[in-house]
């Protein structure tokens, strides 16, 4: 007889857990302050860490109209999901596959000339007409047609790239549905980059409706925007950090202060609980020396899941209802706690962050230690760390 056999999953001594409730929520309180704009929840990045596929769901089901993704396989991989949702998608290479994204009805955000003009072959190809948004580059000096005239007097770039635009529409090749930029410094609303811009957004809006084109959406604010400066809303916001309930602000106000929940929870496991003497150095380099007896936990989670080496010594763990400081050095795949004499045993819960309503490190927490922020510190986590949904139909371990 055949010895059958079937294969269980191994489990992994961490877990990622995502609330989906609190990005559904997050994304009403988004709502709230936007006024009579939609909300476009920014998924890119894997949902900054949360699982492309149920954050987008989450969102769209707290009340967002639209989705946003960087990359085009990020907007292909909702199509793929049954996500009907309109999706824009805005950072592109040369050959970017643009036809099977005019064949999902995915909104192109573009950036350049060159982008308009194989996006126009493309749709010649699929004989449909390329929904397209034209980004403009107010102030930021990244992604966007330059607005601001060169000193030679030569056409701005935004001028290009609406006009070729304008004919590109009469071809039937595009339908531009609409006109975005992004601010530079909206975490800072009183800067004066923040007004400069919302007057250059306004002006490249009258330059491509004076030239024809009639754009579903016109939109610029980010989450801290979104969060600060309401006057900026105009048809959409894009918020993406505060979807996840993270403040884009910290200076200005944490997320319990804009009304916003943390969804994301880091745990592990404990593998090793050993006493050991004072004078013992710690992981690599020794930076740690005990100084006394005590006990050190050894938790099998590293920087190759995303856990910073910049954390070494510096960040908290909260394990036995207390926090505890990394002791040493992060490695690949383990870092040290020195808990004293607090009782621990092999397989204990560890939490390195979470909303902190049980007195835990959060993410904000985190980036402070490391001097960072927090949008690193959730987007950070790899993929073999599996991620647990809660909160939302259908919890439990969930394809990302």
Known sequence: MTEQHTTAPVPFPARVVVDLAAIASNVGALRERSGAAGVMAVVK????????????????????????????????????????????????????????????????????????????AAARTTGRTARVQLKVDTGLGRNGAYLFPASTGAATDWSALVDLARRLEAEEAIRV??????????????????????????????????????????????????????????????????????TPAPEIGSSSDFGLVPAMT????????????????????????????????DIPLGYADGVPRHASGLAEVFVGGQRHRIAGRVCMDQFVVDVGDLPVRAGQEVVLFGPGTRGEPTAQDWAEAVGTINYEIVTRFGPRVPREYVGGPGGGQEAR
């Open 45 to 120: 990045a894997d949902a900054y860490g949360h699982g492309l596929v149920p954050a987008a769901r989450a969102a769209l089901a707290g009340g967002a109209s639209w989705l946003g993704v960087a990359q085009l396989p990020e907007a292909i991989a909702l199509r793929a999901a049954g996500i009907t949702a309109p999706v824009l998608s805005w950072l592109h290479a040369p050959g970017a596959g643009f036809a099977e994204a005019i064949r999902a009805d995915i909104d192109l955000g573009l950036s350049a000339v060159w982008m308009l003009d194989e996006v126009a």
């Open 266 to 297: 880091a745990l592990a496991q404990v593998s090793v609980v050993k006493r050991v003497p004072g004078g013992q150095g710690v992981s690599y380099g020794h930076t740690y020396t005990t100084t006394g007896p005590t006990t050190l936990v």
């Open 177 to 246: 549905t609409g006109l975005f930029t992004h601010f530079a410094y909206a975490d800072a609303p009183d800067h004066p980059t923040v007004r400069a811009q919302q007057e250059a957004f306004a002006e490249a809006v009258a330059e491509a409706e004076r030239a024809g084109l009639r754009p579903e959406v016109r939109h610029m604010s980010n989450s801290a925007a979104t969060l600060t400066t309401p006057a900026a809303a105009w048809d959409l916001v894009r918020p993406g950090l505060a979807v996840y309930g993270l």
